[in-house]
């Protein structure tokens, strides 16, 4: 039996992607004007900015919502 999700557009897609995919659509000024969040704002990295969403659920949740938005 597999386990698969088709119904779930995050399915096999890591925070990574999600971040980086977000960032090529939005650049770092355009994803912080959409999430209030320091690490999209203040120097900004792939790297930090996944440690801080690691940390945070609830800033994962924002992110996860405006790629589904925006997919």
Known sequence: MKN?????P???KTLEFILTYLIAAYEWEGLYERIKVKCFDNNPSVKSSLKFLRK?????????????DTI
Not at 56 to 68: N, S
């Open 56 to 68: 945070h659920p609830w800033a994962r949740k924002k992110v996860e919502d405006l790629y589904l």
């Open 10 to 12: 995050l399915h096999g």
């Open 4 to 8: 698969e999700q088709p119904n779930n």
